[in-house]
């Protein structure tokens, strides 16, 4: 059981461990939430994070707690995206070999910034599967420490800075609202804030297409989904099939879920640049979709929503933009 | 003289002050023009500022400052920018009457922003000048207190309350960048700055297009200019011609004055927002233009640049991302 694996002295242990790495990120009010919902509605700016996005937290709890042997042999990541960045970053700056794995399917330019923060990559597979069989061999030939992107304890607790975060700048919430994929972020995050106060209701929004932890949670076990394009690109891909903490963490902590359309999807994106001027990927722009669709069921008088990430192709960003009427 | 009427006392007190009303901006450090220019750069976000602009800083110390009497009476202002946008928030949420005297040709959708903070707005006049006449004879009038853009001492106090800021964030500092236009927040951090640590280097950045104070500093007197259009349409305007503080203060503590191009604010905008997808307006990123274009001459090794605000256009912004090749 979960709760007996994690406790809040870990998420406060992960605080004091991340604080040199990390960005305190801003909680700003959203005077146009706030007309929207008749509540206070705070935007938690992990878009501003180092590297883009809140997986600095996990990875940097994760990496910089290794014993000096497996500093020594280094550690190995599967990741296209966020979390290969934010390895890869933390990596180098605590003087740790990175290796990341990605499929022959991965855009240049994702492989190259992975690169430029320091991790040599290694381009393996016809897909992220095959990438994954490949690195878990590599794992074990080299004696690495495989950082996982979201079912490790020490990632959770990574994440789960943020929950703190949010209760000493928002002490009046009581609600959060926050992109569910894999279900790092969501169970770091639910845990630390219910630890602290258990009244506050959690909700976990995912994009219709391809809502692995969502149907997981429905059948009480891990399925598999088929992965379909999605502007929430950030969120897709399943769970883990021998998943561990995050399904049970999700499955007690969190009290509600939604699902958003790609439409909605995009006018979060755009009510985000329109009316706060703050560039977000899809997959953090969840919760403002979730609010503006009208879709969450029980909402409070005072709303946190985590925005995860800025990392947008400037290409969706140039749609978003192209697809509007826009005043002179 | 300048430094007979401000003290660094000032600019606590206005940090005290104005503290329940504003953001605390975060200094963020930019890996990309580390690259660029061998050197420690922080951006000093007041692009997040509450009203997306510094003028918040000025305005609330000017206005919570006030006498009961005054507050009574009210405040008048001459803006269809940030300032009417900082003086209309600040007085609603203190409980002051506040009257914005534009001019006919501001468009439709910059007098709906002030309206909707609070303001009653005055629309008067062909032109700025008609539209300050206008406002001088309300303010007799009504006994209403003027809150000018930048020629005031609690103005530009609040404005300085950024250089105290800085200096807390990166003691390192010995290099600060700022937009350069009337020069209140120019004059705020190049004293505060200066006061705490005289040898730092400041430098007032301005568009080629319509460099009032630059200009002026030349001169020796104030010199009127002509407007001309410019993507920093947040710095365009001339200095008031009885001017007390800001041309006194900008030529006492500012040590360089630079001048960027259209092209160099258009691509500058365009860093912004592809390497740390942040939106800024063209008169907040001529700093970053200056870095880019190497026009500053003597660059230290732990630079601050100020990014003052965010309230671009959204056609602004498409015409700068359509204007690019993007990589898919």
């Not at 910089?64 to 934010?86: F, P, Q, T, W, Y």
């Not at 597979?125 to 794992?139: F, I, S, T």
């Not at 106060?197 to 149907?215: F, K, L, Q, T, Y």
Request: proline share 3%; charged share 20%.
């Amino acid at each position: 059981m979960s709760t007996e694996n994690l406790s809040l002295g870990n998420i406060y242990q992960a605080k004091k461990r991340i604080t040199p790495y990390i960005r305190r990120t801003p909680l700003v009010e959203s005077q146009d939430l706030k007309t929207i919902t008749d509540a206070n509605v705070h935007l938690k700016l992990e878009n501003l994070q180092v590297t883009g996005s809140f997986k600095i937290r996990g990875a940097s709890n994760k990496i910089s707690n290794l014993s000096a042997e497996d500093k020594e042999r280094g550690v190995i990541a599967v990741s296209s995206g966020n979390h290969g960045r934010a390895v890869s970053y933390i990596a180098s700056l605590v003087g740790v070999n990175s290796t990341i794995c990605v499929a022959k399917t991965v855009p240049d330019n994702k492989c190259q910034a992975i690169r430029a923060l320091g991790a040599e990559l290694v381009i393996v597979g016809e897909n992220a599967d095959e990438a994954m069989v490949y690195a878990d061999k590599l794992q074990m030939e080299r004696g690495m420490t495989m950082v996982h992107p979201f079912d490790d304890l020490e990632i959770i607790a990574g994440q789960g800075t943020i929950g703190l975060e949010l209760i000493e700048d928002f002490p009046e919430i009581d609600t959060v609202i926050v992109p569910l994929s894999g279900g790092g972020l969501m169970s770091g995050v639910a845990f630390s804030v219910k630890s602290i106060m258990p009244s506050v209701h959690i909700v976990g929004v995912s994009m219709e297409r391809g809502p692995a932890m969502v149907a997981s949670l429905k059948a009480g076990r891990v399925v598999n989904i088929i992965e379909e394009p999605t502007l929430a690109n950030a969120l897709a891909g399943g769970l883990n099939k021998d998943n561990k903490y995050t399904l049970p963490m999700v499955k007690q902590y969190v009290d509600e879920t939604v699902l958003v359309s790609e439409k909605e999807i995009a006018e979060a994106l755009w009510f985000c640049l329109n009316k706060h001027h703050i560039v977000v990927e899809g997959g953090a722009v969840v919760g403002v979709a979730a609010l503006l669709s009208k879709k969450v069921n029980r909402l409070g008088k005072n709303i946190a929503i985590v925005l995860s990430g800025s990392n947008i192709p400037m290409v969706v960003l140039k749609k978003i933009i192209n697809e509007r009427e826009l005043a002179k």
